[in-house]
C-alpha cells in the first residue's frame, strides 16, 4: 500500500510504483527533469541520497565515485536520484539486488539515459523500469475525474453536464502544461518554466558524453519538431523544414546524434502505430506519431502565446491533440494498456487508439470545437465497420472534445467526452 507524505501531491504512477517494489529488487522512475521524480521516489523511500547534492563540502558524486557502496546506504526502499551520474551504480545496485535477494530494496531516478557501454547489466528482471510523464489533467486537478476511461471500455451509460470550458480555458492548459513546479502560478506567467526548461535542456543535451554540440542548431531542431507536434513526420522533412523555416543546414548524420540527445533526456515521446491483427493483407502504416514530452515545450519553442493562438486554431488543433493524448497515454498506462494511433495503407487514420492487457482496444478521435464531432464520429464508425469486417472491432468509440460541457453516448454508440472531465 502507498503512503502519501504530507504536502504530497499524488500521481497515477504510484499504484505502479508500489507494485513493482512488491516484485522486484529495484525499480527505477524515468523521465523528464522536473517532472516530479523525486518527489515521487521520495514518497515511496525510507532513505534517499541525491548523486547530485551535498553531504557538507562534500559533492555526493565525488563520494560515490569512490566508494560505490556509499550510494547504497540506507534504510529500505532507498531513493538513489539521479544515478545517471555515475553509472556504475546501475551495476552495483543489480548485484546488490541478486545478493540479497530481497524485493522493494532501492529506487532510482533519472532524468537523462546513460551510453550502453557507460554499464554492463541490463538490470533485467532485477531492475524494473517505469516511464513518469508530467502531470495529466486529472493529476492536476484541472480534470474533474466525473468520466472513468476504464468504464468507457465496459460500455456503460452516459448523459452528464460537467460545465463550460471556454476556448481560451484550454490555450491556458496548454501554455501551462503538466509540470507540478507550476500548479498554482499566476496564469500571466505560466509560460516561464517551459522557456526556462527549454533554455535548461538544451544546454543539458549540448554537453552529453563530453561532446560539444551546437546551441543554436539543437534550438532550430526543437523549434522544427515543434511545428510538427503530433504529426507522424520523417527525419527528412525535419531537416528540410530546418532549412525553409530557419535556414538552418544540419547534416544526417549531426541530425542523428541532436535527436538521439533529445530522446535520452526525455524530451521526445513517440506514440507507435496500432498495428491491429486482422485477416487480411491491408497494409498497415509504422510510422509512430512524434510528440514533446509536454506539449508547453512545443507551444514555448514556438514563441506562441494565447493571443496567437486564438487566431490560429489550426495550430492550437495539433497542441491540443498532443495535451489528450499526453494524457490518454496516462491514463491507458494505469489502466495497463498502451497508447497508439493508426493510420492505414489508404490513409483512414485514428488520433489515438487505446489497447488494453486483455487486448480490447478502442478508438478515439480528438477535437476542439464541438462542430467537428458529427465527422469525427462518422470517421470512428466508418474505421470500425472496416475493422469489423477484418476480423477485430474496437470496444469503445469515443471523441475527446474540448469545449463541450456534456459527456454522452451518441445514439449510434460513439462517446463524446471532455478531456476536463476524464480520468483513469
Known sequence: MTLIREGYRARLVDEKIG??????????????????????????????IRIDGMTGPLKNKDIVSNDLSKALEGCVPHLIDEW??????????????DEDGSKGRFILTGSSVPRRDEYSHSG??????????????????DSSGEISLKELFNRCDLNIDCGERSLSDLI??????????????PRRDSGLV???????????????????????????????????????????KIMDDMKRFDDENISAVTYSDYVD????????????????????????????????????L??????????????????????????????????????GGKLFHYRDGRDREIDAVIELGDKRWGAFEIKVGTGQIESAADNLIKI????????????????????????????????VVPITALAP
Not at 396 to 406: D, E, K
Open 298 to 335: 512545443a507551444v514555448s519553442a514556438l514563441g506562441l502565446t494565447e493571443e496567437m493562438l486564438m487566431n490560429d486554431l489550426n495550430t492550437f488543433g495539433f497542441m491540443f491533440e498532443s495535451l489528450c493524448e499526453h494524457d490518454l497515454d496516462i491514463y491507458a498506462d494505469r489502466l
Open 261 to 296: 540527445c533529445l530522446y535520452r533526456v526525455h524530451l521526445l515521446a513517440d506514440t507507435p502505430c496500432f498495428r491491429p491483427n486482422v485477416r487480411s493483407d491491408m497494409r498497415i502504416g509504422k510510422k509512430p506519431k512524434r510528440h514533446l514530452t509536454d506539449v508547453s
Open 194 to 236: 517551459a522557456s526556462e526548461y527549454i533554455r535548461y535542456i538544451v544546454e543539458d543535451a549540448c554537453r552529453m558524453d563530453g561532446v560539444r554540440r551546437q546551441q543554436e542548431k539543437m534550438l532550430m531542431l526543437l523549434k522544427s519538431l515543434s511545428r510538427n507536434e503530433s504529426t507522424m513526420v520523417s527525419d527528412k
Open 384 to 415: 470500425s465497420r472496416i475493422m469489423e469486417a477484418e476480423g477485430t472491432a474496437p470496444s469503445v468509440l469515443c471523441v475527446i472534445c474540448g469545449m463541450t460541457r456534456y459527456a454522452y453516448r451518441r445514439p449510434d454508440g460513439v462517446y
Open 84 to 97: 545517471q551520474e555515475v553509472p556504475a551504480i546501475w551495476d552495483c545496485v543489480r548485484s546488490s539486488v
Open 19 to 48: 507494485r513493482y517494489l512488491e516484485a522486484f529488487g529495484a525499480v527505477s522512475i524515468e523521465g523528464p527533469k522536473w517532472c516530479g521524480k523525486t518527489w515521487t521516489g521520495e514518497n515511496h523511500a525510507c532513505s534517499e
Open 172 to 185: 491556458g492548459l496548454t501554455i501551462r502544461g503538466g509540470w507540478p513546479g507550476n500548479i498554482g502560478t
Open 124 to 141: 533485467a528482471g532485477r531492475i524494473a523500469k517505469v516511464p513518469m510523464r508530467t502531470m495529466s489533467l486529472f493529476e492536476t486537478g
